[in-house]
């Protein structure tokens, strides 16, 4: 018998006073039967800093032709794409060539690290290509705040971001490893 996604559900109150962005979003997230509370929690990471109304969830990990999230125009092309964990470098070079820009959150301490030193090189030469670390005491706080029913505020200001429930708030500071450059 195969195991099935779990479904979480997360409203999000979200204030992001660097792009003038406040709005409520009603989530309902599909957790493949081997994700972590982790992951998935980056997964909302990203959905928060780049919340947008044409912004949605990929088909999960058993795809490899979407991404983790991903935001199309109206005539079906991408304009975001984004990965979060450790993709394989020919995957992120194939997803650089299909969005305007493809941003990867990477998450898991010296894994994280590790994979970023062998993959540096080649991806470097990617010209619409954002890394994104989580550290790890961070990405492991966010992960305490996983619940199947859950409501999160959200509050991001100058490139800091809060994300707390009634109980607590974690305070996340994103380390970049490499920033798209303006030129594709």
């Given at each position: 018998?195969?195991?099935?996604?779990?479904?979480?559900?997360?409203?999000?109150?979200?204030?992001?006073?660097?792009?003038?962005?406040?709005?409520?979003?009603?989530?309902?997230?599909?957790?493949?039967?081997?994700?972590?509370?982790?992951?998935?929690?980056?997964?909302?990471?990203?959905?928060?800093?780049?919340?947008?109304?044409?912004?949605?969830?990929?088909?999960?990990?058993?795809?490899?032709?979407?991404?983790?999230?991903?935001?199309?125009?109206?005539?079906?092309?991408?304009?975001?794409?984004?990965?979060?964990?450790?993709?394989?470098?020919?995957?992120?070079?194939?997803?650089?060539?299909?969005?305007?820009?493809?941003?990867?959150?990477?998450?898991?301490?010296?894994?994280?690290?590790?994979?970023?030193?062998?993959?540096?090189g080649t991806l470097e030469?990617?010209?619409?290509?954002?890394?994104?670390?989580?550290?790890?005491?961070?990405?492991?706080?966010?992960?305490?705040?996983?619940?199947?029913?859950?409501?999160?505020?959200?509050?991001?200001?100058?490139?800091?971001?809060?994300?707390?429930?009634?109980?607590?708030?974690?305070?996340?500071?994103?380390?970049?490893?490499?920033?798209?450059?303006?030129?594709?």
């Amino acid at each position: 018998m195969a195991l099935t996604a779990t479904i979480y559900k997360a409203a999000l109150h979200i204030a992001d006073m660097d792009r003038h962005y406040y709005q409520d979003h009603a989530l309902t997230i599909a957790r493949h039967p081997s994700e972590t509370d982790e992951r998935m929690m980056v997964r909302v990471l990203a959905f928060i800093r780049h919340a947008h109304e044409a912004l949605s969830f990929g088909k999960g990990l058993s795809t490899e032709d979407e991404p983790d999230l991903w935001q199309k125009d109206l005539t079906g092309l991408v304009d975001l794409w984004i990965d979060v964990g450790q993709p394989d470098d020919k995957n992120i070079r194939k997803a650089c060539g299909r969005a305007k820009q493809v941003i990867i959150y990477t998450y898991g301490g010296r894994g994280a690290d590790l994979w970023w030193e062998q993959s540096r090189g080649t991806l470097e030469r990617s010209k619409n290509l954002t890394v994104m670390n989580l550290p790890l005491d961070t990405s492991r706080a966010l992960a305490s705040l996983a619940q199947r029913d859950m409501e999160l505020h959200c509050t991001i200001q100058d490139g800091q971001i809060w994300i707390g429930d009634q109980d607590e708030t974690v305070q996340i500071a994103l380390e970049t490893r490499k920033t798209a450059s303006d030129e594709r």
